[in-house]
């Protein structure tokens, strides 16, 4: 009877684990470049006591969390500080918060902040070729060319004088195995080192790559996993039912 309420209570685990997922994706379905959670399948382990002839089987999570890597929608708005990445690849960021070190994004809503640093919606760095966030000078206008060098008229230059001041870092990650980290940033698995920049994916200015999450899929998707949970639910009462019918039958006739 144990085995039913093991396989119920483990079925839960996996449901509520599907929950956050799904949960995760609909809070950010409006964020530029943000990819898609997947939850992962998993293994099962068996688990055998010595000498008895029961088992309990229990599903492990993989390690890495994985993401779908199909492309947003891109929308195309004019703005200067607005990018989007044509091909597969990854902008460089610095995050914000935490400390694992650089990583990789397609988020390319970029703005420049107090001290003149570089940074996508998000207050992540935009870094340059060596890695190093990108610090600009105050212009009056800002190109950034298909190979992410970016081109500035200072504030203070004469007029139509234009400046190349920094090149944004892109990589196409090629045969890399990438995942995400507790912090929701992208990496490679293992801790393995990022890929140097190879300046191989075209930017586009004046276009926005939407999040890859498709609303109504998770819509349908948190209604099936609110059945699921109903299911599992009712597996455990009905577990329960059965085991006090069973204590009822080997119960001693009272006199």
Do not use: C
Request: glycine share 10%.
């Amino acid at each position: 009877m144990d085995k039913l309420i093991h396989t119920a209570l483990n079925s839960l685990a996996a449901v509520r684990a599907g929950q956050i997922t799904n949960a995760q994706n609909l809070a950010n379905q409006t964020v530029p470049g943000f990819r898609r959670d997947i939850m992962p399948e998993g293994q099962t382990f068996v688990m055998e006591d010595l000498g008895v002839l029961q088992s309990r089987a229990y599903q492990i999570p993989e390690k890495d969390a994985a993401f779908s890597d199909l492309a947003g929608f891109i929308n195309h708005t004019g703005e200067p500080l607005d990018l989007a990445l044509a091909q597969d690849g990854w902008f460089f960021v610095g995050p914000n918060e935490g400390g694992g070190g650089p990583a990789l994004s397609r988020r390319g809503d970029l703005r420049v902040d107090a001290q003149g640093r570089l940074t996508n919606g998000g207050g992540d760095a935009i870094l340059d070729q060596g890695l190093q966030p990108i610090v600009l000078p105050p212009f009056r206008n800002i190109m950034i060319n298909e190979l992410g060098a970016i081109t500035i008229e200072p504030l203070d230059g004469a007029p139509g004088e234009r400046v190349q001041v920094a090149t944004i870092a892109t990589t196409r990650a090629q045969g890399l195995q990438l995942t995400k980290g507790l912090d929701g940033q992208i990496r490679p698995v293992d801790g393995a080192p990022l890929p140097a920049p190879d300046q191989q994916t075209k930017i586009m200015q004046g276009a926005l790559e939407g999040s890859n999450v498709n609303s109504t899929e998770e819509l349908i998707k948190s209604i099936e996993l609110q059945r699921a949970f109903e299911l599992n639910v009712r597996m455990i009462t009905t577990a329960k039912e059965l085991d006090e019918a069973s204590s009822r039958l080997l119960r001693m006739p009272e006199s």
